[in-house]
């Protein structure tokens, strides 16, 4: 995992399977459109890499920015 804090190897995969069923059922109500289905399987592919792609993007950001600011305190 990416996320800063709960990708670290001390936090169990029990408190980060349930941390992030909170934050699903959390946002649920937020969320009121459902996304298109795709036609085809390809086309279904293709949205589940882009959408990887961008999380890993995004975790990856959040862990330079708190590894800058750990070595920053040091």
């Known amino acids: 995992m990416l996320l800063p804090v709960f990708g670290s190897s001390y936090v169990p995969p029990r408190v980060r399977l349930v941390l992030s069923m909170a934050i ?38 959040a862990k330079i920015l708190s590894t800058a600011i750990h070595i920053a305190g040091q």
Not at 27 to 52: F, K, R, W, Y
């Open 24 to 61: 699903t059922i959390a946002m649920m109500p937020v969320i009121t459109g459902t996304p298109a289905i795709p036609a085809n399987a390809l086309s279904m592919a293709g949205q589940v890499v882009s959408e990887v792609i961008i999380g890993a993007m995004i975790g990856m950001v």
